[in-house]
Nanobody, 123 residues
Framework: QVQLLESGGGLVQAEGSLRLSCAASGRTFTNYALGWFRQAPGKERDFVAAISWDGGRAVYADSVKGRFTISRDNAKNTLYLQMNSLKPEDTASYYC????????????????WGQGTQVTVSS
């Protein structure tokens, strides 16, 4: 079992930045690929970014490519999402998740989920 706890959300103006963190505990952190997903009210949970267990590969949704950066520190059991040039359409609850697949954009491949942190971008 892996427990995931997100932090770092908040209210920011458009074009601002936020850094989300996801602290993991439980089973060996390095056994899992990790991802960020987001869900706005009334919408489905969407893929944002994912990183392989070794940090060697990262993938991004087209909507965040060039603005967001996913990274992980396996020594600290922590996943990060640096979000720059934020837009109002980035407003959502952001979730980190863990997968036994090397890397995936598909929510169904993720078996561990955090509770989410709210990001609100004002125009």
């Amino acid at each position: 079992q892996v427990q995931l706890l997100e932090s770092g959300g908040g209210l920011v103006q458009a074009e601002g930045s936020l850094r989300l963190s996801c602290a993991a505990s439980g089973r060996t952190f390095t056994n899992y690929a990790l991802g960020w997903f987001r869900q706005a009210p009334g919408k489905e949970r969407d893929f944002v970014a994912a990183i392989s267990w070794d940090g060697g590969r990262a993938v991004y949704a087209d909507s965040v490519k060039g603005r967001f950066t996913i990274s992980r520190d396996n020594a600290k059991n922590t996943l990060y999402l640096q979000m720059n040039s934020l837009k109002p359409e980035d407003t959502a609850s952001y979730y980190c998740a863990g997968s036994s697949v090397y890397i995936s954009t598909y929510p169904g491949h993720y078996i561990y989920w955090g509770q989410g942190t709210q990001v609100t971008v004002s125009s």
